[in-house]
């Protein structure tokens, strides 16, 4: 099983990044998956979600409006694209799988990625 999350970068403050997160190993398409970021000395924190088939997503308030989460099942792959980027958003961003209803707790997944660094400088 792995996920394998890229696309993280550094970048100015207002730019655009685009994540991915290609799953193998597992049935992608019957988990939910999930973005989550740990910026240093933070806990990690939820970002994104998006169901098993892509049809409903749901945002932390923090990124509602600049973020937008989608999955591609037959690639296998989840995104995050990341516009109107801010100083704040500065973590490692990590990506998740779950077969259960989300509830925000870090111990209810299955599989997590290794993370991508995400930079933004003000």
């Known amino acids: 099983v792995q996920l394998q999350a890229s696309g993280g970068g550094l970048v100015r403050a207002g730019d655009s990044l685009r994540l991915s997160c290609v799953a193998s190993?597992?049935?992608?398409?019957?988990?939910?998956m999930d973005w989550f970021r740990q910026a240093p000395g933070k806990e990690r924190e939820f970002v994104a979600a998006?169901?098993?088939?892509?049809?409903?997503?749901g945002y932390a308030d923090s990124v509602k409006g600049r973020f937008t989460i989608s999955r591609d099942n037959v690639k296998n792959t989840v995104y995050l694209q990341m516009n109107s980027l801010k100083a704040e958003d500065t973590a490692v961003y990590f990506c998740?799988?779950?077969?259960?209803?989300?509830?925000?707790?870090?111990?209810?997944?299955?599989?997590w990625g290794q993370g991508t660094q995400v930079t933004v400088s003000s």
């Open positions: 998006v169901n098993r088939i892509g049809s409903s997503t």
């Open positions: 998740g799988a779950r077969t259960g209803f989300w509830s925000g707790r870090l111990e209810t997944y299955d599989y």
């Open positions: 190993g597992f049935t992608f398409s019957t988990y939910a």
